[in-house]
């Protein structure tokens, strides 16, 4: 028996293992985290601009209408009421508009590819801040990261690509030091990796609870049961709009008669 | 641009986007209230049809009255308020309200509605606010129809197949004629056989006369009848005119009965038989027709004659000389009266054999000017024109026949005494 060529690790080493081990289980349940996190965030995104495009746009030409509807009233009558009333109604109109036609809006679906899912996830395992050796490295992972999720929710498969590459190839991602530091990075690590899980989590349900979110598992229900709710609310505003233009119509040639 | 306003500028540019978050948020919250609200106005609809079912009639139009409230645009809950309204179980009937309530639920697509809203414009029942109109009934009957409501294509197909409305295409009379309606057969025919539309078509216009005529209808037989007489896309044969004639005549159509007398006084297709002729004019006279009346009148004077006042001719019976039609107009001079003045009362002599050749002469003018017979009939000079112009026309197709020319040579020579007339107005 050749004893003397174990080596026997040092109670530092033990716990560094330990703790690589507890590491590498919490970096895999990260990754898989933020994934589930990205693509819900995506598909709220493009429901959300799915349903300003269909729906949102219909709101804010009901409520021009009815801001119109409003001035015409307060032309009429001419009280300080009747002023804020259209002020008021003319406010709602500019901000529907403006929500309706904005960034939000422009969000285009969201079905990524078994590909592209797969390339995300070796970039979040790869390039995550949490899994930064130094703040250094960290402020690389950071940046590169918020780049990938851009490139993830456009369904950039090169762009991901390249991010892959940029991170392998910078100098920050060389490794290697004393049991000690390793240890004490590792501790750091996993403490940062705890707090982000719980961010995820946080984020997810305040995601999940959100007005879209809610109206999106409704919509989606429905289509389950067979039926186009967005197509519905859609002919409800449409059949509304029709009334608040004929109620306009009708108030201004009254106007013109006097 | 300083830096100072490139920050400004983006700080703007963040509060934009923010406000726009917000408005996109306030944006779902509405979506998801206004649902809400839907949903609440479906669950009222439901509890009201329950009510409406179990005849709680009050507590049902409750419950469409909350639930309009909620939303108003739901086409069931419209509907359902139409119905009160058309139906008057809770309030008093009124024809306006009802149809006020199911134009909303028809414009929106309901198939109930459209064809409820069709029927309250046909205006088969009475009741406030009632407002016939068959081109209305008829835009409301199609909707439905197409979206496959059979009794709004069953309604459709009377409509058009009674002229009431006229057809958007000539596909849809098809429609109705090859879905069994008699009426719609009957016209479908009546297109054939006038080339409105559609090529001119006997055999195809025989087709569908027989297909109403074989359900029934009095009108169909007499066309059916007639194409038999003519050989019109069907091998001439006079017994089988007489057959669909009698049919029609039976069911108590009074056109049939009078033609049915001419033959029988005639013996085309039938044994000559002055007692059933007479039978059939009195039938006809009975319903107020004025040829039977004249032509019974004429049967008494004849029989009344003695012989020797009758130019010595032994077998003078105005009728015997029916096939012969040269024997009964000869007189040029007389000719010329009728078609100077064609209010002048047509002689009961010569109005014996009239309707056939009514019928003839009508064709030809349809054939070519068909759109001035229809106004004819709509000011309804047609049947005074007609009879002069008719006269004439038969002279001269019978002097072409005697002189060897073929009926479309005699044909040609009638033109100019139809066309002038139709010209002149």
Redesign the interface.
């Known amino acids: 028996m050749n004893s003397e060529i174990v080596r026997h690790l040092s109670p530092e080493e033990k716990e560094l293992a330990r703790k690589r081990q507890e590491l590498a289980i919490l970096q895999a349940e990260l990754t898989d985290r933020e994934l589930v996190l990205a693509n819900l965030r995506a598909e709220l995104a493009a429901f ?1 601009g799915h ?2 495009r269909e ?2 746009v219909l ?1 804010a030409e009901l409520d021009d209408w009815n801001a119109k509807i409003a001035e015409l009233v307060s032309e009429a009558e001419g009280s300080e009421e009747a002023k804020s009333a259209a002020a008021e109604a003319r406010g709602q109109a500019e ?2 508009y ?3 036609h ?4 422009k969000a285009a679906d969201f079905s990524p590819s078994p590909e592209l899912k797969k390339l995300f996830r070796e970039v979040v395992k790869q390039i995550h801040p949490d899994n930064a050796s130094d703040e250094a490295d960290r402020a690389v992972r950071n940046r590169l990261m918020a780049e990938a999720n851009l490139a993830y929710r456009r369904g950039g498969e090169d762009a991901l690509r390249r991010i892959l590459e940029e991170y392998k190839s910078s100098p920050e991602s060389v490794k290697g030091d004393s049991v000690g530091a390793d240890l004490v990075r590792v501790l750091r690590q996993i403490n940062r990796i705890v707090k982000r899980l719980a961010q995820i989590e946080a984020e997810a349900a305040e995601l999940a609870s ?3 979110a ?2 999106m598992a ?1 919509v989606e229900t429905a289509t389950a049961g067979g039926r186009n ?1 967005l197509a ?2 859609k ?3 449409l ?2 709009i029709d ?1 608040a233009r004929n109620e306009y119509e009708d108030q201004s040639s009254k106007m013109r008669q006097r | 641009m300083s830096a100072g306003e490139e920050k400004r500028g983006a700080l703007v540019q963040v509060q ?2 923010a ?14 209230a ?2 809400r609200l ?1 949903e609440e106005a479906e669950e009222w609809l439901k509890k009201g049809v329950e009510f409406y079912r179990q005849r709680q009639f009050d507590d049902a139009f409750r419950c469409f009255e909350v639930g309009i409230q909620l ?3 739901l086409p069931e809950i419209q509907f359902m308020l139409g119905l009160s309204f058309d139906e008057g179980f809770v309030r008093p009937r009124n024809n306006a309200t009802a149809r006020a309530w199911y134009r909303k639920a028809a414009e ?1 697509g309901l198939k109930e509605a459209q064809y409820n809203l069709g029927l309250l414009y046909y205006g088969w029942d009475d009741g406030p606010g009632l407002l016939q109109n068959y081109e209305q009934a008829a835009i409301w009957f199609r909707m439905a129809a197409e979206q496959g409501y059979e009794k709004a294509q069953w309604r459709l197909s009377f409509l058009l197949g009674l002229g009431l409305v006229v057809p958007q295409n000539h596909a849809e009379v098809r429609k109705a004629a090859e879905q069994g309606n008699s009426y719609a057969q009957r016209n479908l025919g009546d297109l054939y056989r006038d080339g409105q539309g559609v090529h001119q078509d006997y055999v195809q216009a025989a087709f569908w006369y027989r297909k109403a005529a074989e359900q029934g209808h009095a009108d169909a037989q007499l066309n059916l009848g007639a194409s038999y007489f003519y050989g019109e896309g069907v091998p001439q044969d006079y017994a089988e005119a007489a057959v669909w004639w009698r049919k029609a005549a039976e069911l108590g159509h009074v056109e049939a009965q009078y033609t049915l007398g001419v033959i029988y006084s005639a013996g085309d297709g039938v044994p000559q038989d002055y007692e059933q002729a007479a039978f059939w004019y009195r039938k006809a006279a009975e319903l107020g027709d004025s040829n039977a009346k004249a032509a019974l009148a004429t049967m008494r004077r004849a029989e009344s004659t003695p012989v020797f006042l009758n130019g010595g001719q032994p077998n003078s019976h105005p009728h015997a000389e029916l096939k012969n039609p040269a024997n009964t107009i000869t007189s040029e001079v007389h000719m010329k009266d009728q078609i100077d003045n064609p209010q002048v009362s047509i002689k009961p002599e010569e109005d014996v054999r009239l309707p056939i050749l009514e019928a003839r002469i009508e064709r030809e003018w349809r054939q070519y000017r068909s759109g001035y017979v229809k106004s004819l009939q709509k000011s309804g000079q047609l049947q005074k024109q007609v009879r002069a112009t008719a006269l004439r026309c038969v002279q001269v197709l019978h002097d072409a026949e005697n002189r060897g020319l073929n009926p479309d040579q005699g044909r040609e020579l009638i033109q100019p005494l139809i066309h002038p007339q139709w010209d002149s107005s």
């Open positions: 959300e349903y300003l729906v949102g709101y901000e529907s403006a929500a309706a904005g960034e939000a809006a959100s007005e879209i809610l109206l409704k709710l519905e609310m002919q409800d505003v059949r509304r009334l | 934009v986007a406000l726009t978050k917000a408005g996109a948020k306030s944006l779902a919250a509405r979506g998801r206004d649902l839907r939303n108003s645009n929106q």
